[in-house]
Every structure is written in structure tokens, then in C-alpha cells.
């Protein structure tokens, strides 16, 4: 795509993001209880990995309430899309009134009183740009940060999640050094635990008990600084808002064994989706590392598609 066209696009996303800063999140939801059911059956790729993760996870459900799940993810999958335009534009207090509740606040506030820095590991559940808001807005705040593919969309993406004082860093060893030395000052740092990480930067751990590459990234930082490991979580409120949830971490994450810290990390993210798991973007391949170990063997069942 030739350089021009992708800053025509680039001006077309963030015009869309600015209209849609400006609408109210009932219109929002409303928008994506429209879009959601389209994306189920036109986006093929999206509805059948979302199938297959829920047939593993949830085997216990029928085939029927399996599927009403995986629309009610894409749906609200869809809402997290139209919402980004109001975490990142709309006025602070605009976002700041839609979180309706914090639960778990004092977690966060007996780390720090400690003297200790706070990993807040945040899977995709809810609207995870307004937990970076509300995080950036309340504590000093470090993230990682991997530049869009469409480079124009950079300042406006880094802007809106910088723009209550997140101090974001590159995903590469300079971030980790930051991410280390913000927890060494006592401050919270935001960790993404369930994107599936390149070969050799992670280790094999159950997730909903079945094996998944998981990163290794968080028990590292924990090994070093001795921080404090708390989940976190923007439930949506379909229509009205957020309710933020902190929900203390399995223990495990803090083993000095990876495979075992990983695997509490696994365990702390299939805790924040029992809040809602129609809230959770199913649509990441967590198993996906799985299936590249086992080509050649006859035993993959439904994960073919992958």
C-alpha cells in the first residue's frame, strides 16, 4: 500500500475515533449490539478461533449456549472497538464519570504503602484502555507500547493513552530495563499476560487445563524487584459505564519456578473472565505455540482450524 493511502486511512480511523469520542456509550452499545451478530457470521476468522477456544474451555456447556457466548464476545469485542475514540479523546471527566465503581482499590494502595511496585496484569477483558486511563490517572504509571503497523495512527494512539501521564515504553529490552526501574521507585507498570509470546520468551503452563505458550515476562519482573502482583480489570456496564475490579493474583505468580509462575498467571486471567466471560476477546490463538510443537502428530482435534 503506497504511503499515501495509508495516510489517507490513518486521517479516516482517527476522524472515526473523534466522531465517535462524542457519542454517549449507550449509542455505543448500542452500535455494537448492531455490528456484533455481523462480525459473527462475516468474520470467519474471528467467529471460528472464538468456537474453538470456547469448545475447549467450556466443554462442559452445550453447543448452543457455546455459540451464544461466542456472540455475546464478538459483540462486546466489537463495543471495546468503538469505545477506543472515548478512552482516548473524550474529556477526561467525560471518562473519568463513566468508571461507576473500583473494587479492590486497597490492594493497590497496601503495595505501594509497602514501600513495593504494583504489576497490574491486565488480560483483554472489558475496555482495557479505560483501566490504563483510570491507572495513569491515579498512580505513576508504566506500559509497553508496540507502534501500530500504520504509522500515521502513532501520535494519536500514543496520545490518547499517554494524556493522563502513562509513561509508555517499547516492547524490547530498553522497555523492560524501564519496567524494572519503575518498580524499583515503587510505581505500578501494566503487563498484557495473554498475547502469546515468541519462542523463547516463554514457557508452557495450563490455561483452563490445557497447556498454552505463555510469556514470561511477569515472573521475571517479579524475580528481580519482589513486586506486588495484582489483576486487574474494566468490567463494562453495557450502556452505563465501567466498573474497575482488582482481584488479588494466584500465588503462584510469585514462584521462583517460571513454569509455575506462569502457570498462576494462566490462573489469574481464567479468574478476572469468571467475572463475565462474554467479556474476554476469545479471539487470541492462546494455544496456537501447542499446535506448532505437535505438527506430525495425529491428536490436534478441533485446533485443525488454527
Request: aromatic share 8%.
Amino acid at each position: 500500500m503506497s504511503e499515501a493511502k495509508l495516510q489517507r486511512q490513518a486521517r479516516a480511523v482517527a476522524a472515526l475515533w473523534r466522531l465517535l469520542a462524542g457519542r454517549r456509550l449507550g449509542t455505543l452499545w448500542c452500535l455494537a449490539r448492531l455490528a456484533g451478530p455481523l462480525v459473527h457470521r462475516f468474520s470467519r476468522r474471528e467467529r471460528e478461533v472464538t468456537e474453538i477456544n470456547l469448545a475447549e474451555v467450556f466443554p462442559e456447556r452445550d453447543a448452543a449456549e457455546r455459540r451464544r457466548l461466542a456472540r455475546a464476545s464478538l459483540t462486546h469485542s466489537t463495543a471495546t472497538m468503538l469505545e477506543l475514540g472515548f478512552a482516548w479523546m473524550a474529556p477526561p471527566e467525560r471518562v473519568e464519570a463513566s468508571i461507576l465503581a473500583v473494587h479492590g482499590r486497597e490492594l493497590l494502595d497496601e503495595a505501594r504503602a509497602s514501600g513495593q511496585g504494583v504489576i497490574v496484569l491486565a488480560p483483554h477483558f472489558g475496555n482495557w484502555e479505560v483501566l490504563n486511563f483510570w491507572l495513569s490517572g491515579h498512580f505513576p504509571f508504566t506500559a509497553m507500547y508496540e507502534p501500530p503497523k500504520i504509522s500515521d495512527l502513532d501520535p494519536v494512539i500514543r496520545g490518547g493513552r499517554e494524556r493522563m501521564g502513562a509513561s509508555l515504553v517499547p516492547t524490547n529490552p530498553r522497555g523492560v530495563a524501564a519496567l524494572l526501574k519503575a518498580l524499583k521507585r515503587a510505581e505500578a507498570v501494566g503487563i498484557l499476560p495473554d498475547q502469546e509470546p515468541d519462542w523463547g520468551s516463554g514457557v508452557f503452563a495450563p490455561f483452563y487445563g490445557r497447556l498454552a505458550y505463555t510469556a514470561t515476562l511477569l515472573p521475571k519482573l517479579v524475580a528481580r524487584t519482589q513486586a506486588r502482583v495484582v489483576t486487574g480489570v474494566a468490567l463494562r456496564v453495557p450502556g452505563r459505564g465501567f466498573a474497575i475490579h482488582f482481584l488479588p493474583a494466584d500465588a503462584r505468580v510469585h514462584d521462583p519456578d517460571e513454569a509455575i509462575a506462569a502457570a498462576g498467571v494462566n490462573a489469574s486471567v481464567e479468574a478476572a473472565i469468571a467475572l463475565e466471560p462474554a467479556q474476554y476477546q476469545w479471539e487470541y490463538k492462546r494455544y496456537r505455540k501447542v499446535i506448532e510443537e505437535q505438527q506430525g502428530h495425529p491428536d490436534h482435534g478441533s485446533f485443525r482450524l488454527y
